[in-house]
């Protein structure tokens, strides 16, 4: 394990970095939201890098490309280091980058024009903060690489490789093979607290730094003594290198993941390489020949997707959960899931993926889903059913009524019945979730919409368009102002999160929230709460909550931004595009990209359910609805069973823990 550094002091403690970069002309494939500006929807890619880092087992990560039109640096995903927040210099407004890099909190690139290192992100060991050799000032640079909280670059005119930042393992002190002293460098790659370069000349790499577990140690096959290199890479305890004369990736340093052990694929025995990258506990590279995309090491990280192994939409409506999200396809009305499925959530049924049936409208939650089947109107639900939360009754599932609208809550569900308009719930009751008072279960009122939370929920009364509410009100997520309640205004939306809710005001679309506000999640900015704008659709997530406004589509969140879940990107924010519907998850959120159809994802994406496959997010489909549950998400697609997942075997564990960490003693949840 890594020896700690100043404990004290520490800005990134335990943390990993996972540089990954790769160079060519087209669309960005990534395991995670990318923006329009550089997805194939309105721009292209000359080059993309991923960093990011764990700290205390929370992943946090970004990403980073030049747009191929302009030459912008366009990042997304974590920025609470302001690492995915290039400046002007290199943004497009005051110049452009010919190369970028993406360590762990901070990111670096090379001015377009200049040759200058310009950095961004966390300086706290001066990683950000790149000297005069190649800042532009008395040089510039070639290329630039960023380590874990270091960085190098190799300087113009001399190949002299120049490092900054962290030096406690001399990660930051290039030796004299490559400094210029007595040679110099072609390429260079910084990993954990170490780094490594290709010598001019000879090709042979050289590596210094932290070296506990043979990082910084090049074998003969590429080292110069057998054979040297073409490409190298530097994770965070292993590096990985292209042998020049066949192709081969040959990999070094630790491999407790298997991250240190490239296969027949791309190792020489039955195939080469043409590009590595190296992560935290996994490795990538791209085969001769089909640009198929090899992975290896942990299996979470190593399982790319159809579009980029070699094998191979947009939507009409979205919604997230925690940590998994659905969709239904436009054309087909199936549905498709992706994220965790440690409960089944993202396995939809027959009913609703398009073998037997398909879907109108879909609904996701921590463990579990409802679809209302289209050809019947029956309420489907799927997924943990501990507590009855996937088993509606006779009154929705269409043995006696059918329903017109479904929610998923945290451990219940709800539905409007179809001819009545009541308000059926089901599942746990510990609060009284499921028990929908008279003014809405069809006994003096019935309901136009309804919404289900963490233990509460909430329905809009027909006739008088009062919000009405009921379940825990620790927080007073229970209890809607005048301002929706029917006293001094109504409602024509309403929402339900981990223990907040918010609502649009009928006749204004203001935007008004109430409850839990420990992170902002309640506080409606001006953009929506009709001071400078309102809004078109409204999404409440667990600590966070999110918008359209009205008049632009543009998308707006608040609250928590811990995993990016409340910044959109580029493509639903109003720079590159605008939305038509969305949903909020645990930590991440999604939206419908007006225009396109694509579903379109940002946040928390550990189990890969900020990431919606080709068959929704605009590349192969499109869909008309989309729901996000625990760890998981789901959407209609022509082809049932389309979902991929990334499962983890204490998934429940962690959605309970991140779903409602203020009630983690009400086991009864």
């Not at 963490?454 to 102002?481: D, F, K, M, R, T």
Request: hydrophobic share 40%; net charge negative.
């Amino acid at each position: 394990m890594r020896p700690p550094r100043d404990w004290n002091s520490l800005l990134l403690p335990l943390a990993f970095f996972l540089p990954v970069a790769a160079r060519a002309n087209g669309p960005v494939v990534s395991w995670g939201p990318v923006p329009a500006a550089v997805n194939g929807t309105s721009g292209t890619a000359t080059a993309i890098t991923a960093g990011g880092y764990e700290d205390f087992g929370n992943s946090v990560a970004f990403s980073c490309a030049i747009q191929a039109a302009t030459g912008a640096v366009v990042c997304w995903g974590d920025a609470s280091h302001g690492e995915a927040s290039p400046p002007g210099a290199v943004n497009g407004t005051s110049g452009t980058a010919s190369a970028v890099a993406a360590g762990g909190a901070h990111s670096c690139a090379i001015q377009a024009g200049t040759g200058a290192v310009v950095c961004w992100g966390s300086n706290f060991y001066g990683e950000g903060l790149p000297p005069d050799a190649v800042n532009g000032t008395s040089g510039a640079a070639t290329a630039v690489a960023a380590g874990f909280s270091h960085s190098c670059a190799i300087q113009a005119g001399t190949g002299a490789v120049v490092c900054w930042g962290s030096n406690s393992y001399l990660e930051a002190s290039p030796p004299d093979a490559v400094n210029g002293t007595s040679g110099t460098a072609t390429a260079v790659a910084a990993g954990g607290s170490h780094s490594c370069a290709m010598r001019a000349g000879t090709g042979a790499v050289v590596c210094w730094g932290w070296n506990l577990y043979g990082e910084a140690s090049p074998p003969d096959a590429v080292n110069g003594s057998s054979g040297t290199a073409s490409a190298v890479a530097a994770g965070l305890y292993h590096s990985c290198a292209i042998q020049a004369a066949t192709g081969a990736v040959v990999c070094w340093g630790s491999n407790s993941y298997g991250e240190g052990l490239p296969p027949d694929a791309v190792n020489g025995t039955s195939g080469a390489a043409t590009a590595v990258a190296a992560g935290f506990t996994h490795s990538c590279a791209i085969q001769v020949g089909t640009g198929a995309v090899i992975c290896w090491g942990a299996s979470g990280q190593a399982s790319p997707p159809d579009a980029v192994n070699g094998t191979s939409g947009t939507a009409s409506a979205v919604a997230a959960g925690p940590y998994h999200s659905c969709a239904i396809q436009a054309a087909t009305g199936a549905v498709v899931c992706w994220g965790d499925d440690f409960s089944s959530q993202s396995t939809p049924p027959d009913a609703v993926n398009g073998t037997s049936g398909t879907a109108s409208a879909v609904s996701a939650r921590t463990s579990h889903s409802c679809a209302i089947q289209a050809e019947s109107g029956a309420v489907v639900c799927w997924g943990s059913n501990f507590v009855g939360e996937a088993s509606p009754p006779d009154a929705v599932n269409g043995t006696s009524g059918t329903a017109t609208a479904v929610a998923a809550g945290s451990y219940h569900s709800c539905a409007l019945q179809a001819g009545t308009g009541a308000v059926i719930c089901w599942g746990n009751n510990f609060y009284g979730e499921a028990s929908p008072p008279d003014a809405v279960n069809g006994t003096s009122g019935t309901a136009s919409a309804v919404a289900a939370g963490g233990s509460h929920s909430c329905a809009i009364q027909v006739g008088s368009g009062a919000v009405v509410c009921w379940g825990s009100n620790s927080y007073l997520e229970a209890s809607p102002p005048d301002a929706v309640n029917g006293t001094s205004g109504t409602a024509s939306a309403v929402a339900a999160g981990g223990s907040h809710s918010c609502a649009m005001r009928a006749g204004t679309g203001a935007v008004v929230c109430w409850g839990w506000n420990g992170s902002g999640q309640a506080f409606p900015p001006d953009a929506v709460n009709g001071t400078s704008g309102t809004a078109s659709a409204v999404a409440a997530g667990v600590h966070h909550s999110c918008a359209i406004q009205a008049g632009t589509g543009v998308v707006v969140c608040w609250g928590d931004d811990a995993s990016g879940q409340a910044s959109p990107p580029d493509a639903v924010n109003g720079t590159a595009g605008t939305a038509n519907a969305l949903a909020a998850g645990t930590s991440h959120s999604c939206a419908i990209q007006a225009g396109t159809g694509a579903v379109v994802c940002w946040g928390w994406n550990a189990y890969g359910q900020a990431s919606p496959p080709d068959a929704v997010n605009g590349t192969a489909g499109t869909a008309s609805a989309i729901a996000a549950g625990s760890n998981f998400s789901l959407a209609v697609v022509p082809e049932p069973g389309v979902a991929w997942q990334l499962a983890v075997a204490l998934a429940s564990l962690t959605v309970v823990a991140r779903f409602a960490p203020e009630r983690s003693a009400r086991c009864s949840d």
